[in-house]
């Protein structure tokens, strides 16, 4: 199994920056894909971005241009920097890891809260 820990949540102004880290570990076959999710208080979790292990990324329209993602093969890291926050950011997220065997596996998320 793949344990996935999540790590820079907090609460930030309006306009304010984040970044959010992940780290894998257990039995880690080849992760493919790595990204990050949220859901807010009373709606479905959401894709906010994801990335392959090639580098190529994926953005919920919401977040493009504010949001990047990024990821450290070697170490089993993706990371996420948030910058020009909204208080429609505020959800809790969740990393997601994807092996090449068809594995799926969740981090057990943490709070961003964006004050206006």
């Known amino acids: 199994q793949v344990q996935l820990v999540e790590s820079g949540g907090g609460l930030v102004q309006a306009g304010g920056s984040l970044r959010l880290s992940c780290a894998a570990s257990?039995?880690?076959?080849?992760?493919?894909?790595m990204g990050w999710y949220r859901q807010a208080p009373g709606k479905q979790r959401e894709l906010v971005a994801t990335i392959t292990s090639g580098g190529s990324t994926n953005y919920a329209n919401s977040v493009k241009g504010r949001f990047t993602i990024s990821r450290d093969n070697a170490k089993n890291t993706v990371s996420l920097q948030m910058n020009s926050l909204k208080p429609e950011d505020t959800a809790v997220y969740y990393c997601n890891a994807r092996n090449v065997i068809g594995g799926n596996f969740w981090g057990r998320g943490t709070q961003v809260t964006v004050s206006s």
């Open positions: 257990g039995v880690i076959l080849q992760l493919n894909a």
